[in-house]
C-alpha cells in the first residue's frame, strides 16, 4: 500500500515550492508569493502563495500560524488553523494577521512581507470518518453544559 500524496501545482514562476524544514516537520512551510504590508489600519490581509493544491481522498489541509512569527512578530493566521477540504483545486491563500501593538516593535511601523517569505504552515490529515445523529437528550458529563472558563483559568 503507498503512502497518500500531496500534489502541488506552480501558478507562479516566481512561487517557492512547499516545502518540510526539516525531515522530522509535521508541516510544509507556505511562502508568500507576492509582496504585502500590514499597517496598523489594516491589520490583516490574504496572502498568495502562488500554488494550488491537491489533496488525496479523504484528507484535510490545516493552515497553521508558524510560532517564531506569532512569537517575535505578532504575525499569526486569522482563520487559524484555515481547513483546505479534499476538493479544493485553487491557490492556496493564507489570511495573515498582526496584533495591532506589542512592545517588541514600534506600533505605525507596517510589517513588510516579501515574496519568499514563509508565512504559514500546512498540516495535512486524515479526515474523520464520522456519522452524525439528532438526539433528544445527550449525555451527562461532570462538566456539562460549562463553557468558556468553566474549569479554570
Known amino acids: 500500500?503507498?503512502?497518500?500524496v500531496v500534489k502541488f501545482q506552480r501558478l507562479s514562476a516566481s512561487a517557492t515550492a512547499p516545502k518540510r524544514a526539516t525531515s522530522g516537520a509535521a508541516c510544509w512551510d507556505l511562502y508568500a508569493a507576492e509582496s504585502v504590508s500590514l499597517i496598523p489600519a489594516v491589520c490583516y490581509r490574504t496572502v498568495g502563495t502562488g500554488f494550488g493544491i491537491e489533496l488525496p481522498p479523504d484528507h484535510?489541509?490545516?493552515?497553521?500560524?508558524?510560532s517564531g512569527l506569532a512569537a517575535g512578530e505578532g504575525?499569526?493566521?486569522?482563520?487559524?488553523p484555515?481547513?483546505?477540504?479534499?476538493d479544493y483545486r485553487g491557490e492556496l491563500k493564507?489570511?495573515?494577521a498582526r496584533l495591532p501593538y506589542n512592545l517588541l516593535w514600534p506600533a505605525l511601523d507596517p510589517y513588510e512581507i516579501k515574496p519568499g517569505a514563509r508565512i504559514a504552515q500546512l498540516m495535512v490529515l486524515p479526515k474523520p470518518a464520522l456519522a452524525t445523529i439528532e438526539v433528544d437528550v445527550l449525555s451527562e458529563t461532570e462538566r456539562g453544559a460549562g463553557g468558556f472558563?468553566?474549569?479554570g483559568v
Open 94 to 96: 493564507v489570511i495573515i
Open 60 to 66: 484535510v489541509g490545516l493552515v497553521c500560524s508558524r
Open 1 to 4: 500500500m503507498s503512502n497518500p
Open 82 to 86: 484555515g481547513v483546505i477540504d479534499e
Open 149 to 151: 472558563g468553566s474549569t
Open 75 to 80: 504575525i499569526f493566521v486569522l482563520n487559524s
